[in-house]
């Protein structure tokens, strides 16, 4: 529940990149208050999803909460739960669960292994398969993840 509402604070601090206090390649850094991320949104996607819009990725800092690279992987339609989530960086699969209309990989290592692997990957792919059969997959550049990670680190410390 902790991670649901991690991705609705992200939501609402990171659904429009045009607020952006630091832009790395296609990342960029946010800072709220006692929160910090690092977002992207997709470079391109494939297939489509009806009612779908604005999909992205943000790892957050929440120095009030002890929150400290949790990944968020936001679908854009509502019902993601009831269908499937699929992860690679540079096609190394990563488990995650649906939950709302997002996708977690597990707290810990599991966590920390997809960040480590984006941090040294070029590209990160979601495909999202709805409860009815629709596809979509998302590509996501990795080109400045790094510093917009390390930003959102620096600043909420």
């Known amino acids: 529940m902790i ?31 006692a929160k ?14 009806a009612g779908r819009n604005g999909p ?20 854009g339609f509502d019902g993601s739960a009831e269908g499937e989530a699929k992860v690679s ?3 190394e699969p ?7 209309n997002a996708a977690f990989p597990q707290s810990g290592k599991p966590e920390t ?5 984006m941090r040294k990957g070029r590209e990160m792919s979601v ?11 998302d590509f996501y550049s990795l080109d400045g993840f790094t510093a917009s990670l390390s930003q959102a680190n620096e600043d909420c410390r």
């Open 3 to 33: 991670k649901y509402a991690l991705a609705m604070a992200a939501l609402a601090a990171a659904t429009t990149f045009a607020n952006a206090e630091t832009q790395n390649g296609d990342w960029h850094s946010y800072k709220q208050d």
């Open 36 to 49: 910090c991320w690092a977002a992207s949104a997709p470079v391109r996607t494939e297939g489509s999803i």
């Open 56 to 75: 992205y990725l943000a790892i957050q800092n929440d120095t009030s909460e002890g929150v400290r690279g949790s990944v968020a992987i936001v679908s």
């Open 89 to 91: 960086v540079d096609g």
């Open 94 to 100: 990563f488990e995650v669960l649906p939950f709302a």
């Open 113 to 117: 292994a997809m960040v480590a692997a």
């Open 127 to 137: 495909t999202w398969t709805t409860a009815s059969g629709e596809t979509a997959t």
